[in-house]
Structures are given as C-alpha cells and as structure tokens.
C-alpha cells in the first residue's frame, strides 16, 4: 500500500543533481561529524577541523539548497550560476574568517567590524541573503509547480486515501 510513483516530469526521484546532492548531503554530514568528535582529542581540535567544519557547512547548505530546487532530469536549471556564487561566497566568508589574523588594538576595522566578524556578517550573513531572493524570484513562474502539477499530487493524494479507507478532506473533489 502506497503511492504509485509518478512519470519523471517534475519529480527528483530519477534526478542525477538529486542524488548527487544526497550524496553531497551524507558526505559533509560525515565530515560535521568527523570536525566535531576532533574536538575530544587530546589537547583540543586540530586546525584542520575548523576549516573541515567549514567547508562541509557549506557544502551541506548548498547540496539541501538543490536537492530543493531540483525539478526532474533538467538539474536546478538557471538556479545554477546563483546556487554557484552562494557556495563561492561561503566558502570565502568562512575562509577569510579563519585565515584572517588575530584581532589586536591596531587592526583595521572593515566597514565598522573586526576583519573576522565583518567576513562573517557581510560574507556568510548579508551577501548571500542578496543572492539566493532575487535568483528565487526571478526564475519562480518557470520553477515552481504546475497546475498540472499540482494536479497530480492531488490525485495521487486521493489515491492514497482511497487504498488506506480515509474520507476525503475538504478541497479533494
């Protein structure tokens, strides 16, 4: 008992970019993992571990931003190039934030922050909040689902109750 799967148009069961973003999504959770448990080390956790947390958080954001915008064999389609320049400006958010020396009573403040805490508010924060909206909102009408669509999921919605004996909901017929 269960649904029947539906043809590949608009689904990410048969998407190559969906299963590489599975695979994206279980490998930077190992290497969360992995940075974490360095922490219980003796004498603490590596350097490497901060830029491996780092970085697999960012390939972890990305990877679940598309498996979301995954529609079908066609990928994330003209998503790509933005869902691009967001990784890119993680990844140099976090890197500059841990490459950068330490704070003195000298240091240079970047536009009213420590170097460090400016990467992160501006780089990790406030850019890619800028990014991702406007590539969401420009590429909608062509991305998100359709009447068929939506059709479809009703359907086999129905279908689903039908084989478990539920009543329908309202809104169903």
């Known amino acids: 008992m269960g649904l029947t799967p539906a043809p590949d148009r608009g689904t990410t069961a048969a998407s190559p970019v969906a299963a590489g973003a599975r695979v994206a999504i279980v490998a930077a959770t190992a290497c969360n993992l992995v940075a974490y ?16 947390f780092a970085m697999s958080t960012v390939a ?3 990877a679940i931003i598309v498996l979301g915008a995954a529609r079908g064999r066609g990928g994330i389609g003209p998503l790509a190039v933005p869902v691009a320049i967001m990784a890119t400006l993680l990844a140099g958010g976090f890197a ?30 406030l850019l890619p909040i800028l990014v ?10 062509a991305l998100t689902l359709t009447d068929d669509d939506l059709a479809r999921v009703r359907e086999a919605g129905a279908r689903h109750r039908a084989a478990r004996g539920d009543a329908p909901r309202g809104g169903d017929a």
């Open 37 to 52: 448990a360095s922490a219980f080390v003796p004498g603490g956790a590596p350097r490497w571990a901060a830029w491996l």
């Open 60 to 62: 972890l954001m990305t």
């Open 96 to 125: 500059a934030a841990l490459a950068l020396p330490p704070v003195t009573a000298d240091s240079p403040l970047w536009l009213g922050l420590p170097p460090a805490a400016a990467a992160v508010i501006y780089g990790i924060g």
């Open 132 to 141: 991702l909206p406007v590539a969401y909102a420009r590429t909608f009408d």
